[in-house]
């Protein structure tokens, strides 16, 4: 079982709630947001590859950035009458009428990845996924560390993922909670670029366009594929990423370790995608009638350029 952390800010009793069939197979539906990045890609591996292993039946339907596409397949998951519904969801509002008809179905659900925004906790058993708002605060621990010999007025480009995107709004709230402690750096441009290479390639090209001569000394991508885009367009604009423009991402993909190593990325804030056994054991847990945390956090860290070299033959994506 996989050490974790989690948060108990409340609990819920499983057994006042769903019926306990511990010893019968499980089927389990599930609601992936999309395949937008390497780290979505991995999520979803971790998650199939551990219901085989947990001998859990995956009934996988992927919405690809559509919140309609993801009430279309939960309620296909009601009909079918499937044990735990798991949905990793596109964005964190709009969650109360479906997550409500789950439950007049005597449905439990499992939240993963990004959070719900929702006034009735009750709609959902536990969240398991990553303290997106502690990653800004590392990103921009970061920041302020790197640049804290380099004279006023530093000029930072933000790229954002997914509009609406809990780990988009709290990675942005909690760099620039920490970033304030020091009134010369500024983010001069931010905008989303939706989690993507391409997004992050072409929104990087219209920052640097719109600077001109005094292009940003530090960029903050949200993730590692803007940041991999944001690199190419860099490049082409013929400055050196990683010292020309300071780069910090998020995620720890082997792409962006890769990048580290060659001196291009400068630090990533892991996001750990690998839930799957964390879902499947809760999924066991709730069926056994016993009680869960209602947050679950995995096990992170940060790494620089310095030590990438050490880390990346542990990437498992």
């Known amino acids: 079982m996989p050490t974790v952390e989690t948060v ?22 599930f609601s992936q947001l999309g395949s937008e990045s390497d780290w979505r890609l991995a999520n ?7 219901a085989k292993e947990a001998g859990i039946t995956l009934l996988l339907e992927n919405a690809e950035q559509s919140q309609q596409a993801q009430f279309s397949a939960i309620r296909s998951f009601i009909e079918k009458q ?9 964005v964190q509002t709009g969650w109360e009428n479906i997550l409500q008809e789950i439950k007049e179905a005597g449905i439990p659900v499992v939240i993963i990845d990004r959070s719900v925004n929702v006034e009735d ?22 920041a302020l560390d790197k640049m804290r010999n380099k004279p006023g007025g530093i000029r930072i480009a933000e790229l954002e993922g997914t509009v609406g995107s809990t780990p ?31 997004g992050g390639k072409k929104v990087m090209e219209q920052f640097l366009q719109e ?14 594929d803007m940041a991999i885009g944001a690199i190419q367009a860099i490049e082409e604009f013929g400055l050196e990423p990683g010292k020309d423009i300071i780069i910090i991402s998020v995620d720890g993909t082997r792409q962006a370790f890769e990048m580290m190593i060659e001196g291009k990325i400068n630090a990533v804030i892991e996001c750990n995608p690998l839930q799957g056994s964390l879902l499947m054991q809760a999924a066991r847990e709730i069926m056994g009638g016993r009680t869960l945390p209602k ?8 790494f620089t350029q310095e030590y990438a070299h050490l880390e990346i033959d542990h990437r498992k994506y």
């Open 8 to 29: 108990v800010t409340e609990t819920i009793n499983i057994s006042s709630l769903y019926p306990s069939h511990m010893n019968e197979d499980i089927v389990m539906g």
């Open 44 to 50: 979803t591996a971790s998650i199939v590859e551990s």
């Open 82 to 90: 499937v044990d735990v519904i798991a949905i990793a969801p596109v």
């Open 121 to 142: 906790t009750s709609l959902y058993v536990t969240f398991i996924g990553s303290d997106f708002y502690e990653e800004g605060i590392k990103a921009g621990k970061y």
């Open 168 to 198: 988009s709004i709290d990675r942005g709230r909690g760099f620039r909670d920490v970033i304030q402690e020091r009134d010369d750096m500024e983010i001069i441009m931010s905008q989303p670029a939706d989690f993507t290479i391409e």
């Open 211 to 224: 600077a001109g001569e005094q292009p940003p000394q530090l960029l903050f991508a949200h993730n590692d």
């Open 295 to 302: 947050r679950i956090i995995p096990p992170e860290d940060i």
